[in-house]
């Protein structure tokens, strides 16, 4: 089956503690993305990549890091610096930048 | 950054009941126009890409117009099922860089009682 996977779906995180979120798509896309969406929010973008090991920042990058060495995964590490990281983060992937974008099915973070 | 608006927040409505929203959207530098389907539990699911001003499209029971000179979109349901609960979300898209990114509405919550 084609399709975005990501995993966990439910991610605790202790106050200080850097932690990543997988994003997984063997849909052949060169463009990956990672928004978060917070309760009364539209979604927003944190990062994106239009090709393999490029990169660059959305709207409200900060606290957050990515990495593209393979062209099927874009991890999201949320780092101690994201000072209010609970949300639902959402990754999605596109051919390219302009394309319709598809969506995995998310994972929630929560810190303890 | 755009400014996107989606009109009303929350809608609930009868099974058989046809209904429509509003997507709002500054319409200089405009390039597409993305209407998207999200169920609970489920991921946002692609529904229409609409370019073009006068741009009108349909997918079963759902349809969509565009007016790109006064930057608005409609999304029209017709005869509401249960299924059709969702949230609905509209991005658009300008030219250029970064101003190329997707930016999404609030979106519109529908519910459609049996």
Known sequence: DGGITQSPKYLFRKEGQNVTLSCEQNLNHDAMYWYRQDPGQGLRLIYYSQIVNDFQKGDIAEGYSVSREKKESFPLTVTSAQKNPTAFYLCASSTDSRETQYFGPGTRLLVL | ?114
């Open chain 2, 1 to 114: 950054i755009l400014n996107v608006e989606q009109s009303p927040q929350s809608l609930h409505v009868q099974e058989g009941d046809s209904t429509n929203f509003t997507c709002s959207f500054p319409s200089s530098n405009f390039y597409a126009l993305h209407w998207y389907r999200w169920e609970t539990a489920k991921s946002p699911e692609a529904l229409f890409v609409m370019t073009l001003n006068g741009d009108e499209k349909k997918k079963g029971r759902i349809s969509a117009t565009l007016n790109t000179k006064e930057g608005y979109s409609y999304l029209y349901i017709k005869g509401s099922q249960p299924e059709d609960s969702a949230t609905y979300l509209c991005a658009p898209r300008n030219y250029g860089g970064s101003q190329g990114n997707l930016i999404f509405g609030k979106g519109t919550k529908l519910s459609v009682k049996p």
